[in-house]
Structures are given as C-alpha cells and as structure tokens.
C-alpha cells in the first residue's frame, strides 16, 4: 500500500522488543516516529540504531515517540540489541517491532522489490498526534540516515502546525521564517508582532514566533 502525506497512518498490532503493542494506542497523544531498516547484525543499519538512540532524549522533549522495524524477529532484534550498545555506546531505548510476516512492511510499502525483494528499504514515517502522515523519507540500504535532518524536519513540522508560517530551504531552530502566504500584511503586523522583511510580495521573513 502506497502512503501519501495526509493519509491516517495505518494502524497494526505487532510484537516488539518491549512487548506487543497497537500502534495508534501505542502513539497515544504524541508525534511519531516510524522508521524501517533492512536487516540486524548488519553495519549500517546498527549504526543507525544506534544514532537514533543516542537522540532519544531530543525526540522526547518534541513529545514524539519513536519506533524500529524490519522483518527480522523479536528473539533477533533482543539479540543484537547487545551488538548495538557494546559498538555505538548506547543502549537501545525504544522499541523495535518485529515483522517476520512482513505486515508492517507492506502496510507501509516498506519494501521495494526492485531494490531487494525481501528486505526493506530505509523508509521514515513521521505521524503527527492526528494519526496523519507529515513526511516519508526512503533511503536505499547502502546509506545510513542523518537523525539531524529528521530532527530538524520534525522542529518544523511541529512549528507550522501551531502557526501559519513555512520554513525555507535548510532552515534550522531559531531561524527566520516564512509567513505564509494566505496572510495579508495587515494580518502579518497583528500575528508576528517582531515585524517581517518583505523581499517579495510572495516573499516575507520574520523570526520564529515561538521563540
Ligand atoms: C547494512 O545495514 O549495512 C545493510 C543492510 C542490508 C543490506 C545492505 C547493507
């Protein structure tokens, strides 16, 4: 199954690293994070792991709760999660869902049978509290992930969802941001209080509001 952005999230029941869970009720209030890797006791895909578990922390305080899967087994990923602490010097703090009949993966359309036909490809979902898609993101087996930039996509999703702004090319926390364009000027004075630079009539910068 094929997912766009704005579609509910499909919901599941699954075993994993921490029990079994249903994921809506799993998600409860929070954002989410849905990720996939292709295979344990593999190079990069423990990197990852391990990265996403060092941030923990930061997807906490954006009240979001992440989430692994691949198609391996709870008993494999209980396993390597020994790997995963002794190599990146973190040990794994969130769950990982174990998916050997691949219900996950085709939920998702996690794998692509002309990359691999049995594994699944590097794919991210982030799922805001209304169960709904805000980003997917794929990569291919062969490169790891950068938790920054997911971090950073999650600052800004979680900032457009509280005001009416958008934020430009390789914006990060704390930079200008972009009204959008449904707001007149007039508007823009009463909402953004510390004023905007306006380079176009499409085209106007203020700081970031919640800040
Ligand atoms: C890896 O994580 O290194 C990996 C996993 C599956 C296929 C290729 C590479």
Known sequence: MTIRLGDVAP?????????????????????????????????????????????????????????????????????????IAETQGTALNFPIIGDEERKVAALYDMIHPNANDTLTVRSVFIIGPDKKVKLTLTYPASTGRNIDEIIRVLDSLQLVAGYSVATPANWRDGDDVIIANSISDDEAQTKFPKGFRKLKDYLRLTPQPNK
Do not use: M, Y
């Open 11 to 83: 919901d599941f029941s699954a075993d994993t690293t921490d029990g079994p869970i249903t994921f809506h009720e799993w998600l409860g209030d929070s954002w989410g994070i849905l990720f996939s890797h292709p295979k344990d006791f593999t190079p990069v895909c423990t990197t990852e792991l391990g990265a996403f578990a060092a941030r923990k922390a930061e997807f906490d305080r954006r009240n979001t709760k992440i989430i692994g899967v691949s198609v391996d087994d709870v008993a494999s990923h209980q396993q390597w999660k020994g790997d």
